[in-house]
């Protein structure tokens, strides 16, 4: 892979020509992220307004989706909710990428050392916790009210995105070390060397950005796991908590209505979730062909 | 071969006793003063103290851990709930066959379906049959498996009565009235993995396919199925050790499944542990799940190795 070639990928005629797999993918990326950024100016009313005279309207006139129990719109709620299961997600990718980025390279720079056996040693050690389970149980003890920090709250999500992020490391760790141990013994970095350039700027200025095609593809599709992780936790009642609007939370309570006709309640946090996830899965296969045509990243799989 | 097996034997029993001690200690940390959750804030500190010492909570957390391995490698005892007093070990005895039951019929049924359909796809490779599965394998990937659960138990369960809405009837029950009460989870369980498998089959016989080997045996005029069984030999290589992972990550998503089933399973029983604080019960629970995690991974290894040697001597 040549320099730079990471970015120069991502032009827009490079993408174009990505398959219609990566551009379907990217406008349903495109379109949620939109939802989660304008939330504030394009939901149609407030997600947390309750009024009881409302409660359970099915789709269609003021509130296109219906309400739910409380009479609080669902089109607004998945919208809202599109935040924190994007927030939630990607803030769990960009925490597993910073740590497996440092100790990826890092090893990767000690080559044959302890160093890079300690490493990969407890990489492979922190691969083997089930991500779910111990989601689950931590939080569950530590229990899921919210953190104050010098009188910032933090909310449940913040716990659960934060132990995501860490069991994601592994993974990164694992592409970053394999790919940059193949570019740092390439040419260029030895020339580098000789131009005098010092080892921790050839390796950010230059092993870096040409490591990044398999990590942003890797990235891409843990966002997806992520947003299952978010709706999954929360659908037992373990990840954002109420009030604030979450697919996964909102599918809880529908369990409420199973039984009943209100079947909007169920259907549509779901179709957001599996959208959402289709979009990110597409997007980083169609990445994949473009920015890892060696398959460094692994598939899906978790 | 033989030092590989041991090497990763010993690293896998390693990295359990580490994760456990991990997974120890933040319980621990994190459970606050179980002996005040117990007994009530009203508790007098020689009650505390008392209940602390009963449980062997003043002892220090590596010989408290200790303490635990012995009990646990001394016939599975997994110590005292803190809660009912009773051994956990017995407690979990009856949960745990009906997870592992739902947990292996779903793997069972995504590997029956997984391999007839990527190999369907992978020789009508460009064709309708192909794409179909190709969309299939995408959705089945990102739809959640607990919202297909949930869409199941709304319109086949509810709405037309096929099935039982949720909860479990045991094999004493009936066997009839046991497989209906199973088919919906075990489905939503196992849809996610007939997605990922016959994935990686198709990719993998689409790639085997491309060989000198296979085009030499079609050169030779050798039959459609004698070729397709060349193939799938080296083609499944990739299958057979992502699918016994997939038996690890599955006992995660049975959770979910089983909450959503009302299905009394492991799951129940830790939630029900969280519920009640009752961190010994959770810490067993967990590490069973990180136990049976641990194994399958060590089996995807051990099967790689075995049928790619060359991965194993390039190591």
Same mark, same amino acid.
């Given at each position: 892979?040549s320099?730079?070639a990471?970015?120069?990928a991502?032009r827009?005629?490079r993408?174009?020509s990505?398959?219609?797999?990566?551009?379907?993918?990217?406008?349903?990326?495109?379109?949620?992220?939109?939802?989660?950024?304008?939330?504030?100016?394009?939901?149609?009313?407030?997600?947390l307004?309750v009024s009881?005279?409302?409660?359970?309207?099915?789709?269609?006139?003021?509130f296109? !989706?219906?309400t %739910?129990?409380?009479?609080? %719109?669902?089109?607004?709620?998945l919208i809202?909710?599109?935040?924190?299961?994007?927030?939630?997600? !990607?803030?769990a990718?960009?925490?597993?990428?910073?740590?497996?980025?440092?100790?990826?390279?890092?090893?990767?720079?000690?080559?044959?050392t302890?160093i890079?056996q300690?490493i990969?040693?407890?990489?492979?050690?922190?691969?083997?916790i089930?991500?779910?389970?111990w989601?689950?149980?931590?939080?569950g003890?530590?229990? *899921?009210e919210p953190?104050?920090?010098?009188?910032l709250?933090?909310?449940?999500?913040w716990?659960?995105?934060?132990?995501?992020?860490?069991?994601?490391?592994?993974? !990164?760790?694992?592409?970053?070390?394999?790919?940059?141990?193949g570019?740092?013994?390439?040419?260029?970095?030895?020339?580098?060397?000789?131009?005098?350039?010092?080892?921790?700027?050839?390796?950010?200025?230059? *092993?870096?950005?040409?490591?990044?095609?398999?990590?942003?593809?890797?990235?891409?599709?843990?966002?997806?796991?992520? *947003?299952?992780?978010?709706?999954?936790?929360?659908?037992?009642?373990?990840?954002v908590?109420?009030?604030?609007?979450?697919?996964g939370s909102?599918l809880?309570?529908?369990?409420?209505?199973?039984?009943?006709?209100?079947?909007?309640?169920?259907?549509?946090?779901?179709l957001?979730?599996?959208?959402?996830v289709?979009?990110?899965?597409? !997007?980083?296969?169609?990445?994949?062909?473009?920015?890892?045509?060696?398959h460094?990243?692994?598939g899906?799989?978790? | 071969?033989l030092?590989?097996?041991?090497?990763?034997?010993?690293?896998?029993?390693?990295?359990?006793?580490?994760?456990?001690?991990?997974?120890? $200690?933040?319980?621990?940390? =994190?459970?606050?003063t179980p002996?005040?959750?117990?007994?009530? =804030?009203?508790?007098?500190?020689?009650?505390?103290?008392? #209940?602390?010492h009963?449980?062997?909570?003043?002892?220090?957390?590596?010989?408290?851990y200790?303490?635990?391995l012995? /009990?646990?490698a001394? /016939?599975?005892? #997994?110590?005292?709930?803190?809660?009912?007093?009773? @051994? $956990?070990?017995?407690m979990?005895?009856?949960?745990m066959?009906?997870? #592992?039951?739902i947990v292996?019929?779903?793997?069972? #049924?995504?590997?029956?379906?997984?391999? +007839?359909l990527?190999?369907?796809?992978?020789?009508?490779?460009?064709?309708?049959?192909?794409?179909?599965?190709?969309?299939?394998?995408?959705?089945?990937?990102?739809?959640?498996?607990?919202?297909i659960?949930?869409?199941?138990?709304?319109? +086949?369960?509810?709405?037309?009565g096929?099935? @039982?809405?949720g909860?479990?009837?045991?094999?004493?029950?009936g066997?009839? +009235?046991?497989?209906?009460?199973?088919v919906? +989870?075990?489905?939503?369980? /196992?849809?996610?993995?007939?997605?990922?498998?016959?994935?990686?089959?198709?990719s993998?016989?689409?790639?085997?396919?491309?060989?000198?080997?296979?085009?030499?045996?079609?050169? =030779?005029?050798?039959g459609? /199925?004698?070729?397709?069984?060349?193939?799938?030999? &080296?083609?499944? $290589?990739?299958?057979?050790?992502?699918?016994?992972?997939?038996?690890?990550?599955?006992?995660?998503?049975?959770?979910?499944?089983?909450?959503?089933? &009302?299905?009394?399973g492991m799951?129940?029983?830790?939630?029900?542990?969280?519920d009640?604080r009752?961190y010994t019960?959770?810490?067993?629970?967990?590490?069973?799940?990180?136990?049976?995690?641990?194994?399958?991974n060590?089996?995807?290894?051990?099967? &790689?190795?075995?049928? &790619?040697?060359?991965?194993?001597?390039?190591?």
């Amino acid at each position: 892979m040549s320099a730079a070639a990471g970015t120069r990928a991502l032009r827009l005629p490079r993408l174009l020509s990505a398959g219609p797999s990566a551009l379907i993918g990217g406008g349903i990326v495109l379109v949620v992220v939109l939802a989660a950024v304008f939330a504030p100016w394009i939901a149609p009313h407030d997600p947390l307004a309750v009024s009881i005279e409302n409660s359970l309207l099915p789709p269609g006139g003021t509130f296109l !989706l219906g309400t %739910d129990q409380a009479g609080r %719109d669902v089109l607004s709620r998945l919208i809202w909710g599109a935040r924190i299961s994007l927030m939630v997600s !990607l803030l769990a990718v960009v925490i597993g990428m910073t740590c497996g980025i440092v100790t990826g390279l890092v090893a990767a720079c000690y080559r044959q050392t302890w160093i890079e056996q300690v490493i990969m040693r407890c990489m492979e050690a922190v691969a083997s916790i089930p991500l779910l389970i111990w989601a689950v149980a931590l939080l569950g003890i530590l229990g *899921v009210e919210p953190i104050v920090v010098r009188g910032l709250s933090f909310g449940n999500e913040w716990k659960l995105l934060v132990l995501i992020g860490l069991l994601y490391t592994p993974t !990164l760790t694992r592409i970053m070390h394999d790919v940059a141990v193949g570019e740092i013994a390439a040419d260029y970095v030895k020339a580098r060397r000789i131009q005098g350039v010092s080892t921790l700027s050839i390796l950010l200025g230059d *092993v870096l950005p040409n490591c990044m095609g398999p990590l942003v593809v890797q990235g891409t599709l843990l966002v997806a796991i992520g *947003v299952v992780v978010e709706a999954s936790v929360s659908f037992i009642g373990l990840g954002v908590q109420p009030p604030t609007p979450s697919w996964g939370s909102m599918l809880a309570d529908s369990r409420n209505y199973i039984f009943s006709s209100e079947w909007w309640l169920p259907v549509f946090p779901g179709l957001a979730i599996s959208l959402t996830v289709i979009g990110f899965n597409l !997007l980083g296969d169609g990445l994949r062909d473009l920015l890892d045509p060696r398959h460094a990243s692994r598939g899906i799989a978790g | 071969m033989l030092r590989l097996l041991a090497e990763r034997i010993l690293f896998s029993v390693a990295t359990l006793l580490g994760v456990g001690l991990c997974l120890f $200690v933040l319980t621990r940390s =994190m459970a606050g003063t179980p002996a005040l959750t117990v007994l009530g =804030m009203e508790a007098t500190p020689q009650q505390i103290q008392q #209940f602390n010492h009963d449980h062997g909570l003043d002892r220090p957390v590596i010989a408290q851990y200790w303490h635990w391995l012995r /009990g646990v490698a001394d /016939g599975l005892n #997994f110590g005292h709930s803190l809660l009912s007093g009773r @051994p $956990v070990g017995p407690m979990l005895r009856a949960d745990m066959p009906i997870t #592992f039951e739902i947990v292996g019929i779903a793997f069972v #049924f995504a590997v029956l379906v997984a391999l +007839p359909l990527g190999i369907l796809s992978a020789s009508f490779q460009g064709r309708i049959i192909d794409h179909v599965a190709r969309i299939v394998a995408v959705v089945g990937v990102s739809v959640p498996g607990f919202w297909i659960g949930l869409m199941l138990i709304r319109f +086949p369960a509810v709405q037309f009565g096929w099935f @039982p809405p949720g909860g479990f009837t045991p094999w004493s029950g009936g066997v009839w +009235p046991h497989l209906q009460s199973i088919v919906l +989870p075990c489905f939503a369980l /196992g849809i996610y993995y007939v997605a990922i498998l016959s994935r990686m089959t198709r990719s993998g016989l689409v790639e085997v396919g491309s060989q000198d080997y296979i085009r030499t045996a079609r050169a =030779m005029g050798l039959g459609r /199925g004698l070729i397709l069984v060349h193939a799938l030999k &080296n083609a499944l $290589v990739p299958v057979v050790s992502v699918g016994a992972m997939s038996f690890g990550y599955m006992f995660g998503w049975a959770l979910i499944i089983e909450y959503l089933f &009302n299905i009394p399973g492991m799951s129940n029983a830790l939630l029900t542990a969280i519920d009640n604080r009752d961190y010994t019960v959770v810490q067993a629970i967990v590490f069973i799940f990180t136990l049976v995690f641990i194994v399958s991974n060590l089996l995807a290894d051990m099967l &790689n190795a075995y049928l &790619n040697p060359k991965l194993a001597h390039g190591q």
